[in-house]
């Protein structure tokens, strides 16, 4: 190992002599290369060329790394082996939402959309030059991912249970700022698992627009939908009965809460809200509808207007009465959704302005791709005995023992 070691202090004597300014990114590849041989060395348990009675594997060549420092891009020649893997501790992976970050900020800074924000933002990310073949490398890796998260098949029905929203996301289109709708589904799988079904973008949340998203959805196998939990957009309502025509469909109550509140004065809001809530604590279906027709009744006389409201509401403000009482605290509402699109506008908040819809999708499907994977692999969000209650069939063998999360409840209204 004294090779490397002299090549690195050769190297530092003759740039310290000529005053080249790159001598510490070439000394940095030097000493680089002998700490991932040394690592290597140690992993297999022999150095290169060396006969070991204990050896594990064989080198296998290189693959070409390029490395963004401070003292600039280094190219990497990290080693292969023929058995397993090496990454060295040093190049440790970025997530993808991470990668996909950067990668925004990358190219609104090279289209020349970024701001001060922005720019001492890719400072702290160790990248202080930024070209476009540096974007174009990072965005190819992270769109081919994220397509094939958005294409795969919809394998793990049936899918009893769906959840659809849409969220707002600024875009630079045309030589202005413009709202686009990013729409995103999520499921329980037959696994009692969530998975996150798809996402997608568009100039506006029309019944065009969902019609279209959900299309594409069966298309890559969605089946077995009993109920579709979302807010009571009269697009997205239609959309639901064309494509899952069999279909329940469970209006958000904490939407539908806040929209009833509207019909009472400000001071009786929290006793109305209060005994409009007592409908969902019932024990059974029928205590459900019992109560539902007592607080109408109740709020006639004072609130006609909230009362009729209710009254006419009933179906789909209750539907989830209809499926196993195990379930109804995770399904009489879109807060599961909701916490979802607070992780995502998390991440694309920093970003602020998107350059462009590919940059929106790049972004939201790679922190959807994460949350996806880590649900997989997870506590289940249902249990298989309540959830055969609903599917009728026994889930699918896995690989992996999980949990159903007590913890994940939807937000009281």
């Known amino acids: 190992m004294?090779?490397?070691?002299?090549?690195?202090?050769?190297?530092?004597?003759?740039?310290?002599?000529?005053?080249?300014?790159?001598?510490?990114?070439?000394?940095?590849?030097?000493?680089?290369?002998?700490?991932?041989?040394?690592?290597?060395?140690?992993?297999?348990r022999a150095d290169l060329h060396e006969h070991a009675a204990d050896r594990t594997t064989y080198r296998n060549g290189y693959r070409p790394r390029r490395w963004d420092t401070r003292t600039g891009t280094i190219d990497l020649r990290i080693p292969k082996l023929r058995e397993g893997s090496y990454l060295p501790a040093f190049l440790e992976p970025r997530r993808r939402s991470e990668q996909a970050l950067?990668?925004?900020?990358?190219?609104?800074?090279?289209?020349?959309?970024?701001?001060?924000?922005?720019?001492?933002?890719?400072?702290?990310?160790?990248?202080?030059?930024?070209?476009?073949?540096?974007?174009?490398?990072?965005?190819?890796?992270?769109?081919?991912?994220?397509?094939?998260?958005?294409?795969?098949p919809l394998d793990q029905g049936p899918y009893p249970y769906i959840w659809l929203d849409a969220l707002t996301q600024k875009v630079r289109e045309g030589g202005r700022v413009v709202n686009i709708a990013v729409v995103v589904a999520t499921a329980v799988n037959a696994r009692g698992q969530r998975e996150i079904l798809g996402l997608d973008t568009g100039a506006s949340e029309d019944g065009a627009f969902w019609l279209s998203f959900l299309r594409s959805l069966a298309a890559r196998g969605l089946s077995g939908v009993q109920l579709v939990v979302s807010d009571a957009h009269q697009g997205l309502k239609d959309a639901i009965a064309a494509v899952f025509s069999g279909a329940s469909w469970q209006r958000c109550r904490t939407h539908f809460m806040t929209n009833l509140l509207t019909r009472v004065p400000k001071a009786a809001q929290p006793m109305v809200g209060t005994i409009v809530r007592s409908m969902f604590e019932q024990p059974s279906a029928e205590e459900v509808w019992a109560q539902q027709a007592r607080v109408v009744e109740q709020l006639a006389s004072r609130f006609p207007d909230a009362a009729r409201m209710l009254a006419d509401a009933a179906p789909e403000v209750l539907a989830f009465a209809a499926f196993p009482q195990q379930h109804w605290r995770k399904i009489r509402s879109n807060n599961p959704q909701e916490r979802l699109n607070l992780e995502i506008r998390r991440r694309t908040d920093v970003v602020g302005i998107f350059p462009n819809r590919a940059a929106v999708l790049r972004l939201v499907g790679a922190v959807?791709?994460?949350?996806?994977d880590e649900w997989l692999v997870g506590r289940r969000y249902l249990a298989d005995e309540s959830l055969r209650l609903v599917t009728g069939a026994s889930p699918p063998s896995i690989t992996f023992q999980a949990k159903e999360d007590p913890e994940r409840l939807p937000i009281a209204v």
Not at 117 to 122: G, N, S
């Open 2 to 44: 004294t090779t490397p070691t002299m090549d690195a202090l050769d190297i530092m004597r003759k740039h310290a002599e000529d005053a080249d300014v790159d001598f510490l990114r070439e000394t940095l590849q030097v000493v680089l290369h002998a700490v991932m041989d040394a690592d290597v060395s140690q992993q297999i």
């Open 102 to 152: 950067l990668a925004v900020i990358q190219q609104a800074y090279v289209e020349g959309v970024s701001t001060r924000r922005v720019e001492d933002l890719v400072q702290a990310l160790g990248c202080d030059g930024i070209s476009k073949s540096q974007v174009s490398r990072i965005c190819e890796a992270l769109d081919e991912q994220v397509q094939t998260f958005r294409e795969r």
């Open 368 to 372: 959807l791709a994460e949350q996806h």
